[in-house]
């Protein structure tokens, strides 16, 4: 990857380069290993939600955030982490050009923006860092915001996803737009800044138009039965007709003038890549969901969970997902089912840290998180 010669872009420029590349992304999903084993571990002593635990584990919540913060965001420039490449490779473009920075308004225009003006005015790191500073740091504050003390064992579900890491150090804008939306979410009491925060997630990845869309349908209907049927539903007709309601949604140009949707749709982004990805129907990210589903069908409907917020959670990820189900056959579908994904994690989570359900409530709690992290397991660890 070509750099650009001029040493002042490249001041200060500060990288984590002494641990291998080969073990850059492994080390950080073995690490998330270990703390979900301890926490299984608390919560098989029963101690996970004793107060002096809480405690302690919010102290580390906040250390390890701030770990993982520098870690991903100092990374090396590499092909390893997929799309970082093509952001640097935009990034030295820009530092190449005699152009000043001039801020405009056109599609994901925050994201754009930022990197047009660190690539002037700073460096690449500093500009990954800043984007690993959003990307956690709004996951860290949306859990605090929810969970109050209690968030650490919300955020080891969020690390926890088998996408976490990738959409930290790959699909960036789409991670960042996410994450900033969770927050959003968060401040649903507070109208003027749930709005502000969600124009700036749509600044970051146009597909969170998506889930704002969904949030403000499930925010005025509000009939969980209705969005479980309708998913339903939708995973039929996908099954029976996946393809021809796929060409029928690339033919609307939902987006306007950002054709990539309907690429996605068809295919035809896929000419000339060198990785050819299978437009077949993904039942393994179809099971991954219906977690998601089951887990929120079994609080809500079986064990009579009333917490309106969390209706207004699972009535948006059911939204989202059945979107998803609908082109599951896309290419390089998980990008639209990870709309749903960001919200998953606290789907799974919250009415075990809201409501004692069982005697033995901790431990399982604990078989809870194993459970919800042996998905994540296999793809990143086992499969890898």
Same mark, same amino acid.
């Given at each position: 990857l070509e750099r650009p010669p001029n040493p002042i872009h490249n001041y200060n420029s500060v990288m984590i380069d002494f641990i291998p590349l080969v073990d850059y992304t492994p080390f950080f999903h073995y690490s998330i290993l270990i703390l979900i084993l301890i926490a299984f571990w608390q919560c098989n002593t029963g101690i996970a939600l004793h107060k002096n635990i809480v405690s302690m584990n919010a102290v580390w919540g906040v250390f390890f955030t701030l770990l993982l913060i520098f870690y991903m965001g100092l990374r090396p420039i590499s092909s390893t982490f997929g799309d970082t490449v093509n952001y640097a490779k935009g990034?030295?473009?820009? =530092?190449?050009?005699?152009?000043?920075?001039?801020?405009?308004?056109?599609?994901?225009?925050?994201?754009?923006?930022?990197?047009?003006?660190?690539? #002037?005015?700073?460096?690449?790191h500093t500009f990954f860092l800043l984007c690993a500073f959003i990307y956690v740091g709004s996951l860290w504050l949306a859990m605090q915001r929810i969970f109050k003390s209690y968030y650490y064992i919300p955020l080891l579900v969020i690390f926890s996803m088998f996408t976490f890491w990738n959409y930290g150090v790959n699909g960036i804008r789409n991670g960042l737009g996410a994450s900033v939306f969770i927050l959003a979410m968060t401040y649903i009491n507070c109208l003027p800044i749930s709005i502000l925060l969600s124009i700036i997630a749509i600044g970051f990845h146009n597909s969170c138009v998506l889930m704002v869309g969904a949030a403000v349908i499930a925010w005025f209907i509000k009939n969980s039965y209705l969005y479980l049927l309708a998913w339903i539903g939708c995973v039929g007709a996908s099954y029976a007709a996946g393809m021809r309601i796929q060409n029928y949604l690339a033919a609307?140009?939902? *987006?306007?003038?950002?054709?990539?949707?309907?690429?996605?749709?068809?295919?035809?982004?896929?000419?000339?890549?060198?990785? =050819?990805?299978?437009?077949?129907?993904?039942?393994?990210?179809?099971?991954?969901?219906?977690?998601?589903?089951?887990?929120?069908?079994?609080?809500?409907?079986?064990?009579?969970?009333?917490?309106?917020?969390?209706?207004?959670?699972?009535?948006?990820?059911?939204?989202?997902?059945?979107?998803?189900?609908?082109?599951?056959?896309?290419?390089?579908?998980?990008?639209?089912? =990870?709309?749903?994904?960001?919200?998953?994690?606290?789907?799974?989570?919250?009415?075990?840290?809201?409501?004692? *359900?069982?005697?033995?409530?901790? #431990?399982?709690?604990?078989?809870?998180?194993?459970? *919800?992290?042996?998905?994540?397991?296999?793809?990143?660890?086992? #499969?890898?």
């Open positions: 990034f030295y473009e820009i =530092q190449r050009s005699s152009q000043p920075f001039i801020w405009e308004w056109h599609t994901e225009w925050l994201f754009y923006n930022l990197m047009g003006w660190f690539a #002037k005015y700073s460096n690449i609307l140009g939902l *987006f306007g003038e950002d054709d990539r949707f309907s690429s996605y749709l068809t295919g035809s982004n896929m000419i000339g890549e060198i990785v =050819q990805m299978s437009m077949t129907f993904r039942w393994d990210f179809l099971l991954y969901s219906a977690m998601g589903v089951f887990v929120g069908y079994y609080f809500i409907f079986r064990r009579n969970f009333r917490d309106e917020y969390y209706h207004w959670l699972y009535n948006t990820f059911l939204i989202t997902n059945a979107f998803w189900v609908l082109v599951i056959r896309a290419a390089y579908s998980n990008r639209f089912a =990870q709309i749903s994904w960001f919200i998953m994690p606290v789907i799974l989570i919250y009415p075990f840290m809201k409501q004692r *359900f069982w005697q033995s409530h901790e #431990k399982i709690l604990g078989a809870a998180l194993l459970v *919800f992290y042996v998905f994540a397991f296999y793809y990143n660890i086992i #499969k890898s």
